[in-house]
């Protein structure tokens, strides 16, 4: 059984992965470098947005370019829900803010599942480049609304006083956040990993390969993938709400459309549609930044040029590269 | 409110769907011949800014820098699509994308090093300053009813470029049947090259001409790309015509929902809230426009068969 070998290699390459994730904020603990776990929690949380995003478009083959919205969304809800439950006013009718982190992820993927649906229904009527375009509109959309709107800053965003609450946890500390982090991401990947193994995962992949075939045997692609989109949106929305959390602080700039092609690199970077795909694409992408980021300022150049060699001749991403081939799935 | 200050919105928001023309014409040429997304569309916009403001400010003539532009951002064109766009015409839109992601970084960071980070600024040239009067009281820049004559003339050419030219019967060959065209005998690189250095050169000239109403400066394209992408997606990928009456609607709606809808929320609730909730749904007015017109005609006003 080749493919039988080629998982082997794969759960190898994943495993590592993890661990390595796992293992260098220890390290950095151990060795007294807190801000190296910061480095691995911002790792963390960019690989979970990416793995929302590759449920769309890894499995459903939906390239969105608006995923940014999703990000920025929940970023939002956690900063708008922490400014309330700080300074004590109702949200609206009485609702009052939270500085529960549990309560700030259920609303965010609440909020992100409500818009990705009308967002998804008008755009998943369209395919290929305009579903690219679109998208990216909509994003642009939510990005120049934050941006006009004053109540939360405006262009200028909204600061987190003090990192929100996670029961039993002391979330202050780095160590302890960013496991908080790593364990979200560790579920985020189980559930896209029994999601792709699940019915409505074959169908999905299906709707990408052959849609009308999909038709025939009386699934609606549509349905299908107005579903992925909302999930994708919604794992991603808790993304935008730890990011938030990490950097105390939430602005438009995690709603702009260079936060979703910078989603779009990460899942190409690491190889599209695997399962590790984007942990490696944000480890890759972050240590590009950190790297090249201490040589020159003008990392973002180099950053161009290595993505450019990256789609131009080494497709498949690291994950090709570490593990083979992507099964056809 | 009076007519002047109306008709003074109304024209301006001409200027915007005039200049978004300009970029969409070239965007959607390039779409509708090579079938490529091309998002580094607004990096030869702002090349040919900063080619007009360097070459203005070292010569002291707008007009030189007007040409300079033109040949900066065509030359730009035709450089990265012989090395880079060439190699992406039969990959999927994800590659596309990503590639030409990855040239805005380098052409905005590039810039960034050439120019370093204060902006560049660009003076009206003097045979254009002044205004000229509106019926009804009112004055008018000139400079802003020459970019609306320069897109009337644009708009012409490329009609009779098209339609009427040995040039522009091969593009519309190009884009029903490349095999055939090539089989024909037609050196389909070439063309291509040829129609990327073009749509380049219409971005540029937008480029240059905003160049003198705002300041110069790095990602000045991502804004005018966005709204591009909005004019196309509305008007039909593929169609110039389409291109033309999308940047006129964007540039019309956007314009006279950022002057008309604060108003008019001021009738229902206290002024106060108006100003801020007015802005921010005119911000979001022309992207609700395209989602009602995608809602009802998911590939645009004027979408081509193929």
Known sequence: ?????????????????????????????????????????????????????????????????????FFGLGGYAAGILATHAFDGVPLFAGIPGTASMPIIWLVAVMVCGLIALPIGAISLRTTGVYFIMITLAFAQMIYYFAVSWPAYGGEDGLSIYVRNEFPGVNTAQPLSYFLICYAVLMAALGLFWLLRGSRFGAALQAARQNATRLSAVGIAP????????????????VAGALFADLNKFVSPSMLSWHMSGELIVLIILGGKGRLFGPVAGAMLYVLF????????????????????????????????????????? | MSIALLLEQLLNGLQLGVMLFLMAAGLTLIFGVMGLINLAHGSLYMIGAFACAAVAAATGSFWIGL???????????????????????????????????????IFSEGTRWLF????????????????????????YQLYRLAIIGVGVVVALGLYVLISRTRLGMRIRAGESDREMI??????????????????????????????????????????????????????????????????????????MGRFLLPKALALMIPAAQAGPIGAALASMLIYIVMALILAFRPSGLFATQS
């Open chain 2, 182 to 255: 090539a089989a024909l005998g037609v050196d389909i690189r070439t063309l291509y090259t040829v129609v990327f250095a073009l749509g380049a050169a219409l971005a540029g000239l937008a480029g240059a001409l905003v160049g003198a109403l705002q300041s110069v400066q790095v990602g000045m394209g991502e804004p005018a790309l966005i709204l591009a992408f909005v004019v196309i997606v509305i008007g039909g990928i593929g169609s110039i015509k389409g291109a033309l009456f999308g940047a006129i609607l964007v540039g019309v709606v956007d314009t």
């Open chain 1, 289 to 329: 930044e950190f790297a090249l980021g201490g040589i020159t300022e003008r990392w973002q150049f180099f950053l161009g040029l290595i993505l450019l060699g990256v789609v131009l001749f080494a497709r498949g991403g690291l994950l090709g590269l570490l593990a083979g081939k992507a099964r056809h799935g």
């Open chain 1, 1 to 69: 059984m080749t493919n039988a070998s080629f998982m082997t290699r794969e759960t190898i390459v994943n495993t590592a992965l993890a661990l390595l994730l796992l293992g260098f904020p220890l390290a950095a603990q151990a060795m007294g470098e807190p801000f190296y776990i910061t480095l691995a929690t911002r790792i963390a949380i960019l690989a979970l947005a990416a793995v929302g995003l590759n449920i769309a478009l890894g499995l459903g083959g939906l390239v969105s370019f608006g995923h940014a919205a």
């Open chain 2, 116 to 139: 370093g980070s204060f902006p560049l600024y660009l003076d009206i040239p003097p045979l254009l300053q002044g205004a000229v009067p509106l019926p009804g009281g009112g004055q």
């Open chain 2, 67 to 105: 040409a300079a532009s033109l040949v900066a951002a065509a030359a730009a064109g035709a450089i990265i699509e012989v090395t880079v766009i060439r190699r992406l015409y039969d990959r999927d839109h994800l590659d596309q994308v990503l590639a030409t992601f990855a040239l805005i970084l």
């Open chain 1, 222 to 237: 549509f349905n299908i993938r107005l579903v992925a989109f909302a999930l994708s949106a919604m794992v991603t929305g």
